[in-house]
């Protein structure tokens, strides 16, 4: 399985980041708690480890390789796009796989996430696109309803009575993105619950990746 095995090259990078994180608990006012592990870790809790983590973490061979898993992972996914926006929305790993680096506890959209904030530049991109592929899917009603009408395009525009019917409906369409935000989405597994992304979180993001990352492409 594709995503197992990108797991699995991304073990020491991820490792480093949490080592990292650790470290600034322990010098930070959080410092008589216990330490933080994959189960404990929230979900924005490696945003800004990248660059403090040492380039000794990076192979150059498991780069390559890293490189190569998340290229097939990215054609699946946007040939597979339903398929992998509901693997991302689970709670957690399917217990079938084993992974040594025991977080087969988070969901795939956290461990995204966690990869995209290890990883260097180049593969970060990708995990970013990946992550992309999932939370801004079109809405399968709202495509369905866009394919059977005349004059619209094929990704799910609203029709010319300004969406009307779609409102109070249980899958929630943003009118101008046309993107799902129903209940067990990437989207709520990523903000929901007492570790998802806080406002803070998502401030740090902005910061790390589009103000300071080291990639063009990351900061548009």
Known sequence: ??????????????????????????????????????????????????????????????????????DDLINIARNRGNNWRHFCALDKMPQKNSCKIEIRDRSPICLLLWMACSLPPQNQIKVLKLMEIALCLPCEKESAKSSSSVGEDS???????????????PVACDKQNDFCSDKG??????LGGASGLSVNDIHAFIVSFILNGEDVEVRS
């Not at 990108?6 to 990292?20: K, W």
């Not at 989405?185 to 990523?190: A, D, I």
Request: with cysteine; aromatic share 6%.
């Open 1 to 70: 399985f594709q995503f197992m095995k990108l797991l699995l090259h991304c073990e020491e990078p991820l490792r480093a980041a949490l080592d990292v994180r650790e470290k600034a608990r322990r010098c930070g006012s959080q410092w008589r708690l216990t330490d933080l592990t994959w189960a404990t870790l929230p979900t924005g809790g490696l945003i800004g480890t990248q660059e403090l983590i040492s380039e000794d973490n990076y192979a150059v061979l498991k780069m390559e390789n890293v490189s190569k898993i998340l």
């Open 185 to 190: 989405s990437p989207q709520e597994v990523l």
């Open 155 to 169: 990704i799910g525009v609203m029709s010319t009575d300004g969406g009307t019917d779609f409102e109070g409906s």
